[in-house]
């Protein structure tokens, strides 16, 4: 059965979760059930690295291509991060706590990608801010945006 037709389904069952949340329940799962075997410090975080280029490889050109550079960024900038998965899309923490992710627009089938970032990142401006960017394209401008909003949210 098709993904449309799965989706179409559980509509009509009232099922509240898509057919791509539902996968992205399980590659969390399978996340938190490796994340409790017993290793050093160092095969954990190759593991981890390893899943991460595995899912950035693993998606359609164009959410490769800016999911590949958005990991590059984030290594030049923010070296203490710790690359990992995180409901299957690459994802960077510090302290174990999820501080940004990108979800490539073919996790859920829309038209952008975006960085998002979680509540642990310092970008706290006021009484209201942004937590999550659209990335439809890099530029030398973007980049650098991008950037700076790690950065930042690092401390």
């Given amino acids: 059965m098709t993904a449309d037709k799965a989706s179409a389904r559980d509509a009509r069952q009232g099922d509240s979760f898509s057919a791509e949340e539902r996968e992205a329940m399980k590659a969390r799962a399978v996340e938190m059930r490796a994340s409790t075997k017993r290793r050093t410090k160092a095969d954990k975080a190759a593991e981890n690295l390893a899943n ?11 959410d490769r291509k800016i999911a590949g550079r958005i990991h590059d960024i984030i290594a030049d900038v923010a070296p203490l991060l710790s690359a990992r998965t995180w409901y299957g899309m690459p994802a960077y923490a510090k302290d174990d706590k999820v501080v940004c992710f990108f979800q490539p627009a073919s ?11 979680q509540d642990v990142a310092n970008l706290d401006d006021g009484l209201i801010w942004p937590t999550s960017y659209a990335v439809t394209e890099l ?17």
């Fill in 52 to 62: 991460v280029v595995e899912a950035i490889a693993g998606m359609p050109e164009n």
């Fill in 107 to 117: 996790k859920f089938g829309v038209r952008y990608g975006t960085l998002g970032f």
């Fill in 139 to 155: 530029t030398p401008e973007v980049e650098a945006t991008i950037a700076d909003l790690v950065r930042r949210a690092v401390g």
